[in-house]
């Protein structure tokens, strides 16, 4: 296993085990992740239509991953789009 994927692997690691986590035994298994996935999916779809869009999909993990404290732009604005 490649361990050194960068910080934003670390950064999304706990917060999907902490997610998906039904029975809190600190693993998640395929089942889990999948109600995960279906459960976002559910939530991100706002038309109903069984597709998701860049910026929904875009949207959607900004929810669930909010920029932790300290991180982002100077002064906590929003960051400018992606080139």
Known sequence: MNRRMGPRMFLLAQPILEKADADKDGKITASEFHGLAEKWFGEWDK?????????????????????PPGFGPPGGGPRPPAP
């Open 47 to 67: 038309e109903k239509i069984g597709k998701l869009t860049a910026d929904q999909l875009r949207d959607g993990i900004g929810i669930a991953f909010p920029v």
